[in-house]
């Protein structure tokens, strides 16, 4: 059985393999990543597991702790950063990813390929952040 430290990171490992993956497809110039399916799409689903990793992780702090269990996955963030996992600038940061998560699973037909490239480019440092702090913070 593993214990709790290799739980979460185990699901670190996979972030980082994510966001590794994710680098190489947002290298793409816009209009490629716009253009080429293969590229975009790869990037979708690398995104959405990136957040849901990152919720599944929050989640399990959360429950471990006996901290009241979030009514969305937003909250997940935010209860975290309430609670000094992540700081709560990171929180605030990462809360609306969980909506994008949700658009990636459910409205896929209404996804704005060009603000998912502008995202990726300029947050996706967040995921190593989240998870710096989640090891800083949880697996002292």
């Known amino acids: 059985m593993l214990s ?8 670190l490992e996979k972030l980082d393999q994510y966001v590794q993956l ?3 497809l947002v290298s793409n110039h816009v209009g490629k990543f716009v ?7 790869n990037a979708e689903r690398y995104l959405q597991l990136a957040i849901q990793t990152c ?5 399990y ?16 963030f935010i209860f975290l ?3 000094d996992i992540i700081s709560m600038e990171l ?3 990462m809360a609306p990813l969980a909506g994008l998560r949700n658009i990636l699973v459910h409205d896929y037909l209404d996804i704005d390929l060009e603000k998912i490239h ?3 480019e300029s947050n996706l440092s967040d995921f190593s952040r989240f998870a710096q702090e989640i090891s800083e913070n949880v697996l002292k």
């Open 22 to 24: 994710l680098k190489k």
């Open 35 to 41: 253009a080429d399916p293969f590229v975009h799409g």
């Open 91 to 93: 929180a605030q940061k």
């Open 4 to 11: 709790d430290e290799q739980i979460i990171l185990r699901r």
């Open 61 to 76: 702090i959360l429950a471990n702790r006996k901290i009241k269990a979030p009514d969305n996955y937003r909250d997940i």
């Open 81 to 83: 950063g309430e609670n």
């Open 118 to 120: 502008a995202l990726l």
């Open 55 to 59: 919720l599944d992780i929050g989640n």
